[in-house]
């Protein structure tokens, strides 16, 4: 296994910026999610790393070598990775077992060595009890631990996923999120995993970048990422939170829609505008007005709510003419027009960027 780094790494097109000088490390043994909306540059990244695109500035290294630059890149067959597309890309005309030992057969390994590594594979996938079968007589989670094992039996130093499960229906992903997961825990390649799924990043992934308009706008662990956001953008594309804007009152404290709002983060600096953050199910709902003169209760009216079966849904708008989303019980039924408290516990009130800083 190999360390994979990126050392300012940028890509351009022209004039635009796929890229823009992205800096990260993986660590032996590390699974990092590239997560991001389409057009973040996620897939350009790992293009970059598989060798299929040149950088415009900056290097990779793997395992301390430099494998791309702008002066020289070493071509994909070069890296000792294994690739896995969007599309499973198996062969239709050989079995399971066929599949799997391609790669094998072209490094010209022996028979009893290839015999050997196929069936720990596929025992290890799953797989063993359709060696026989034909790609389309495999349902589409089959065909992807196929893909799977055709990339570890050829023992890369770097695996590869680009968005693997965007074929699948929902079920299905849900179920190979958690194959991926195992399968890395037994082999414990270096991986970097592409993904606009946020579900599938949580699951999967030691390490998140979460990446925006080209650059990574910050890296940590799913527990990280979700429960310390600092920017608003961050805040959004993870768990679905609602922004709020307002002015400084002292060192934790925040005007919101004629309310003051106790924070959790950074010491504050007075006069200043400022973004917080808390997601839909920390706001706890209420019918009524008590309490609307503590800090951290906010006065709103409910604009709409939705059943969901397990919760209920509901848009709320504050004096100021904010709208919050919120996520409650689904036995709190409050009919639209209704007056109602929002509690916004203090240590789930985020702070963000300030304006200017």
């Known amino acids: 296994m190999a360390s994979v780094e990126l050392k300012g790494l940028s890509k351009h097109y022209g004039n635009a910026v796929a890229v823009d000088d992205v800096s990260l490390r993986v660590e032996h043994g590390q699974l990092v999610c590239l997560l991001g909306p389409s057009g973040c540059g996620k897939t350009t990244t790992l293009r970059l790393i598989a060798g299929f695109v040149e950088p415009s500035a900056g290097e990779i290294e793997i395992g301390g070598r430099v494998l791309s630059s702008p002066s020289r890149t070493v071509p994909p067959e070069g890296r000792k990775m294994s690739m896995i597309f969007q599309s499973y890309a198996l062969w239709p005309h050989m079995t399971v077992a066929e599949n799997v030992a391609y790669g094998l057969k072209i490094r010209k390994v022996d028979r009893a060595t290839l015999d050997a590594k196929v069936k720990a594979i596929l025992t290890t996938a799953r797989l063993d009890a359709l060696a026989d079968r034909y790609p389309g007589e495999l349902s589409g989670g089959q065909q992807q631990r196929v893909s799977l094992a055709r990339a570890l039996v050829v023992e890369p130093e770097t695996l590869l996923l680009d968005e693997p499960l965007s074929n699948l229906d929902a079920n299905l992903r849900e179920e190979m999120r958690f194959e991926i997961r195992r399968l890395h825990d037994q082999y414990r390649y270096t991986t ?110 409910v604009m709409r709510q939705v059943f969901l079966g397990s919760t209920r849904d509901y848009t709320v708008a504050l004096d100021d003419r904010t709208e919050l989303r919120v996520t409650a019980p689904p036995d709190r039924n409050i009919p639209p027009g209704t007056p109602v408290r929002l509690h916004l516990p203090a240590d789930r009130c985020r702070v963000l960027a300030e304006e200017g800083a």
């Open 192 to 301: 970097v995993y592409v993904t606009h799924d946020q579900a599938e990043a949580m699951t999967t992934a030691d390490l998140i970048a979460v990446m925006n308009k080209g650059k990574v706008e910050q890296l940590g662990s799913p527990e990280e990422i979700y429960a310390r956001p600092r920017s608003e953008f961050v805040a959004r594309f993870i768990g679905g939170s609602n922004i709020l804007r307002g002015s400084i009152l002292d060192a934790s404290r925040v005007s919101v829609a004629g309310a003051a709002l106790q924070t959790n983060g950074r010491k504050l600096q007075p006069g200043r505008a400022i973004a917080i953050s808390i997601r839909q199910h920390e706001i706890d709902i209420s019918s009524g007005d008590s309490h609307l003169d503590e800090d951290n209760n906010l006065r709103g009216v």
